[in-house]
């Protein structure tokens, strides 16, 4: 499966941004998708994850009640709705599809076998 992420730029803290993540290749209902995010000098760390069976989503403490995941199957299209963003999200931001529903598992990157290439997220104080 192929991943191609859109929709980051740049916005001002308090603002929003929606960024896609559209797959091509095997059906996007197959996967869970995840979100990640790399800022400079950092590690990759877990956003969010929408599971492939029952749509239940969980988030990192950083982000909870501030981004939604979602994804339209029929679209082969996932999203992440980020609102109150703050200077410390501004980061590139990742998606990546994994067969896995095991939520400790989904919180490690290394149970991501597709990756898209990122799109850079930057937040201005």
């Known amino acids: 499966v192929q991943l191609q992420a859109s929709g980051g730029g740049l916005v001002q803290a308090g603002g929003s941004l929606r960024l896609s993540c559209t797959a091509s290749g095997r059906t996007f209902s197959s996967y869970t998708m995840g979100w990640f995010r790399q800022a400079p000098g950092k590690e990759r760390e877990f956003v969010a994850a929408?599971?492939?069976?029952?749509?239940?989503?969980h988030y990192a403490d950083s982000v909870k009640d501030r981004f939604t995941i979602s994804k339209d199957n029929a679209k082969n299209t996932g999203y992440l709705q980020m609102n109150s963003l703050k200077f410390e999200d501004s980061a590139v931001y990742y998606c990546a599809v994994s067969a896995s529903v095991i939520l400790s598992q989904l919180k490690n990157r290394f149970s991501y076998p597709y990756w898209g290439q990122g799109t850079q997220v930057t937040v201005s104080s």
């Open positions: 929408i599971f492939r069976n029952s749509g239940n989503t």
